[in-house]
């Protein structure tokens, strides 16, 4: 780990719902990344950011880290500031991700960039479909998606909600193999970039 520093990872919640689906796959996650000794770990859950459209004049690629005042978009800036990685947990919602994921994201931008960044989703395809769309955003950001991502499919959906949330664990625990690839490549990636980006 460079510098004996650990990156600080960013678990993001794209669904904003209130009953959703999110809060079992999220304590999974939680539950393994929290178990890990080289990263630690932050969350950004897109409900909380609870940003309204998008409406600034100049684009923040263009005006980079200017948040008018407004103290959420500020306290979304500095969070997506202080991680070195992002994992997003994501919906898919006609074959696309959340749009309020979508609204976060085009409110920062420099904050994202050169930054890693991972999936996990889920769906009766796992999510895939919001995936590969998010990962041609986070090159427009860019940032670094990485290979691997972790899909939960209908029927374990269907399984999770049966077993509730204290159950997460064991009901995702065919994914933890898929998971630990994930993270291993992400903190690689984070501390690689957080040098390069230092230099
Ligand atoms: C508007 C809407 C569109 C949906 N479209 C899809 C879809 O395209 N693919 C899919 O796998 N599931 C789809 N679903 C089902 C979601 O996978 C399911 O509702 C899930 O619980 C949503 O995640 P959340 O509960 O964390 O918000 C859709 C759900 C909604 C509400």
Redo the contacts with the bound molecule.
């Keep these: 780990v460079s510098g004996g520093i650990r990156p600080r990872i960013a678990l993001v919640i ?4 209130r ?5 079992l796959p999220a304590e999974w996650l939680r539950m393994r990344l929290r178990a890990r000794s080289d990263l630690e770990l932050t969350e950004i859950d897109i409900r909380d950011v609870d940003l309204p459209f998008y409406d600034a004049d100049v684009p923040p690629a263009r005006a980079p880290r200017e948040y008018h005042g407004d103290e959420k978009l500020r306290a979304f800036g500095e969070a997506v500031d202080a991680a070195d990685a992002f994992i997003v947990l994501t ?6 991700y ?1 749009a309020a994921l979508k609204n976060a994201l085009d409110h920062v931008f420099v904050e994202f960039t050169r930054k890693p960044i991972a999936f996990a989703g ?6 895939a ?2 995936i590969e769309q998010l990962r041609q955003v986070a090159v427009e950001l860019e940032m670094a998606p990485i290979r691997h991502a972790v899909s939960i499919l ?1 029927h374990e ?1 269907r399984a999770a909600r049966a077993a509730g949330v204290e159950n997460a664990a064991q009901t995702f625990a065919n994914h933890d193999e898929r998971l630990t690839q994930l993270v291993d490549d992400l903190v690689w990636w984070a501390n690689a970039l957080r040098r390069a980006r230092g230099e």
């Design positions: 794209a669904s904003t719902r009953e959703r689906f999110a809060d919906a898919e919602y006609n074959h696309g959340p889920y769906g009766n395809v796992g999510g479909r919001a209908g959906m």
